[in-house]
């Protein structure tokens, strides 16, 4: 009876100490986040480009030059938000740089792989006005960082 019990108490307590790594893990990379340790240009310049080759079936050329465009523009998104220009400042200058990098990524893309990354795109910035809670400017909601590159996640 009591070796019954202790098997019984096994499997939870399994279950248990998997949550809590699980967990740990989380807390640990949230942690590395909060902390301001965020991934250097180059590492989101890699992570962005590894996603559009997946997502879009780049082949090797496009996935190349793809690469050296997202280099290009989380650089210059990573300078520019350590800048001092004023906050609407660094707004218009980053959409000028995205709309570069737009047209930039039209030319090497083909009509259909444009579509989706254009489609990818509007879903990511509606996810971003889904979590700002369509409040507009500061409306309360905690506000990110906001200054990633136009398709780290997703």
Known sequence: ??????????????????????????YAQRGQQMNGERPSPEERAAKMTEKMTEKLGLNDYQSDQIAALNTDLAASLGSLKDSDLTRDEKKEAAKSLRDTYNSNVSGILDADQYQKFQKWQEKK??????????KGKRGGQCQGHGNDTSLERG
């Open 1 to 26: 009876m009591i070796k019954m019990i202790k098997q019984r108490m096994k499997f939870p307590f399994a279950v248990l100490v998997m949550i809590v790594l699980v967990l740990g893990q989380s």
């Open 125 to 134: 910035m509606d996810r971003r006005k889904g979590q700002r809670g369509g």
